[in-house]
């Protein structure tokens, strides 16, 4: 499926309206207030145009009054409008790369059916895109605009993750050989993870960057993790399906033994091709930062 | 006594808002470029709180570097202080954390709430001027403060809407709740221009009508102007601009000029996107004459230029500032001369 073919209806506009998040609410707060607060934040996440939804003109004259410049109608679209563009553009921020793909109007259209179906939750416009990946699956079958979705989402989720101090080669070699199978190590908290069908992580940058994006490359399971490097920026790496298994499970936080012994079963691995690659894996994980002492 | 005796809280001059671009230019320069002056460029810079509760990460290994060299005060934008769902613990820990982390003198969030039921709209959406409300965000602010443990300050915000509800100018509102919340002000000006052009008042009276003894720190922006859509344009279609308005024109808000300016079919929205007008520096200047030398930052959020070219904004606010102060000072010192009063220039303040 191409993106011109991307699934994209927009909802009835009243299906837009938030559901009432009663848990959130404040008992004590003034029952006008929150007739008048709940009203506006409605209106202003509607999809249509203020002069021509009925609803809320009709609605509008207990709470709104015009100003010398002003109608009402004017005075919330302002603020209806920003609202998706202020979203709009912090979305496309986390997720350049998907925006490109899709095109202005697309990207668009996906914003507004997504922020009515998840509406902000709270405070923290990192985590707006958390269900991004999940929701564009829902809406097209082009695996190449999912990946990417899923992948850019790690770089966001990776972003204000706590630091952890490295695990040392050092530290790692001292411990006793008889006790390295139960031995659990810690991954660094900003290590994605991320399994997919394309090897994406270059068209990304492209997209990204707004320069000539290179051809789509042909379908192959990948395995990406995305880290943080020694600048505490984030970057990726592909890894062999065992390195991403093993991770995956030492990051579930099963013992080495344990992990290896999964690992090979999830990837299909040889006992012999784990343990020839267990000396560099190790090495440069430690290395790169991506064990970190459990403290 | 004033808040800001009674806080201790410093002035810490000039600074800028601290925005992603500029990272390097700040970053890599242990002391900024002095202006042509030879003053420095900025003292002193502001960051937007949300940007910084994470866990880790380059946010928080840039702050620290920042906070090395300069002051770093966190201003926020999403405490909902007037909303009417309750106070978001995880954010309030996650604030105070960063204001221990800055060791900040106060911090500070807007007038608005960004948020009902359970939907965050990530904008600063204006509350109906009521006794209600006030005692309301009062009490909301005071949680906030106890929370924290740091002083206070309170912004007005830009405004598009008027609700009918409104039984008071907002800066009796804001001042009646800052007095209930014993908090300071941050005093946006660009805010207050914006408004009262949009809403048809006198930028003069919010102005005086605030307790000049609250006010901590002044912000200063840009505005730019966006079409109505529903209020055809004036039948010469002329593009009002509020920089080179009438206002503006005289030179001093203290004139007895037009308060706002802008043709039908166009309204002010506060972008933080241009220099600062002509006319919001005449407002800042009627400001200081009346609180001192305040904290003065200048805010430029999209479209974001060079750094020279905030830089040269601020050095423009320590201009104005410095000469609306000795203007102040002078004006005062001749009226309690003629009364045969003794007071210290630094009571003034």
């Known amino acids: 499926m191409s993106t011109n073919e991307f699934l994209h209806t927009f909802s009835d506009p009243a299906s837009r309206r938030a559901e009432t998040n009663a848990s959130a609410r404040d ?76 095109g202005s109007a697309q990207w668009r259209a996906l914003v507004a059916d997504f922020l009515a179906a998840q509406p902000p939750p709270d405070w923290n416009l990192y985590t707006l895109g958390a269900g991004l990946p999940a929701f564009v699956a829902t809406q097209t079958d082009d695996a190449v605009t999912r990946d990417l979705a899923r992948l850019e989402w790690a770089f966001c989720d990776a972003f204000g993750d706590a630091d952890a101090t490295p695990l040392t080669a050092a530290a790692l070699a001292a411990v006793d050989p008889e006790a390295l199978g139960d031995l659990v190590l810690a991954v660094q908290p900003a290590l994605r993870l991320v399994e997919l069908d394309f090897p994406l992580c270059e068209l990304r940058i492209a997209l990204r960057d707004d320069v000539e994006a290179p051809k789509i490359p042909e379908s192959k399971k990948t395995y990406v993790v995305v880290a943080r490097d ?49 000396g560099t894996w190790f090495q440069n994980w430690t290395a790169w930062g991506w064990l970190v002492t459990g403290d | 006594m004033s808040f800001r005796k009674q806080h201790g809280v410093p002035d810490l001059g000039i600074g800028i808002g601290f925005r992603a671009p500029h990272r390097a230019a700040i970053l890599e320069s242990p002391e900024l470029p002095e202006n042509a002056a030879g003053l420095a460029a ?172 609250r006010v901590v720190q002044i912000h200063l922006a840009g505005h730019s102007e966006r079409p109505i859509r529903g209020r055809p344009k004036d039948a010469a279609g002329a593009r009002p601009s509020a920089s080179t308005s009438e206002f ?21 929205f506060d972008t933080h996107s241009r220099p600062v007008a002509d006319v919001v520096w005449s407002l800042y200047r009627r400001t200081i004459a009346r609180t001192g030398p305040v904290t003065t930052l200048i805010e430029w959020d999209e479209e ?18 410095q000469e609306a102060t000795l203007s102040s000072v002078g004006t005062a010192t001749k009226e309690h001369l003629s009364a045969n009063s003794v007071q210290t220039p630094g009571e003034l303040v």
């Open chain 2, 304 to 321: 974001i230029p060079a750094f020279p070219v905030v830089a040269a904004e601020a050095a423009t606010a320590r201009v104005a500032r």
């Open chain 1, 27 to 102: 008992a004590n707060a003034p029952d006008e207030l929150r007739a008048l607060a709940d009203s506006f934040v409605n209106w202003i996440q509607r999809p249509t145009v203020v002069h021509d939804d009925d609803e809320v003109r009709r609605e509008l004259p207990a709470f709104v009054a015009d100003s010398p410049r002003m109608l009402a109608e004017d005075q919330i679209e302002a603020y209806r409008v920003q609202y998706l563009d202020r979203l709009s553009g912090a979305l496309e921020d986390d997720f350049r790369a998907l925006a490109r793909r899709l």
């Open chain 2, 248 to 268: 503006a024109g005289r030179g001093d808000a203290g004139d007895g000029g037009p308060t706002s300016t802008g043709a039908p079919g166009f309204f002010l």
């Open chain 2, 42 to 213: 900025v003292d002193w810079f502001e960051v937007i709180s949300e940007n910084y509760l994470g866990d880790g990460g380059r946010p928080l290994a840039t702050l620290d570097r920042l906070s090395t060299n300069y002051p770093v005060i966190p201003h926020g934008v999403s405490l909902n202080l007037g909303g009417t769902d309750r106070l978001n613990t995880d954010h309030l820990r996650r604030l105070r954390r960063l204001v221990d982390r800055l060791d900040a003198p106060w911090f500070s969030d807007h007038l608005c709430f960004t948020a009902a039921h359970g939907v965050e709209v990530h904008d600063l959406l204006p509350l109906p001027c009521t006794e209600k409300v006030a005692d309301w965000v009062a009490d909301r602010i005071r949680a906030v403060c106890d929370a924290i443990g740091r002083p206070f300050l309170l912004e007005n915000p830009s405004s598009y809407v008027s609700w009918r509800a409104d039984a008071m100018p907002e800066w009796e509102f804001l001042s009646r709740i800052a007095e209930r919340a014993d908090c300071g002000l941050l005093f946006d000006v660009n805010n207050v221009f914006v408004a009262a052009t949009n809403h048809g008042f006198d930028p003069r009276r919010y102005i005086d009508g605030i307790d000049p003894e």
């Open chain 1, 230 to 278: 020694h600048q505490r920026g984030l970057e990726y790496m592909y890894v062999t399906a065992a390195a991403y298994f093993t991770l995956t499970r030492l990051r579930r936080g099963e013992p080495l033994g344990a992990a290896l012994e999964g690992a090979a079963e999830d990837a299909g691995a040889t006992e012999d091709e784990m343990l020839g690659a267990l």
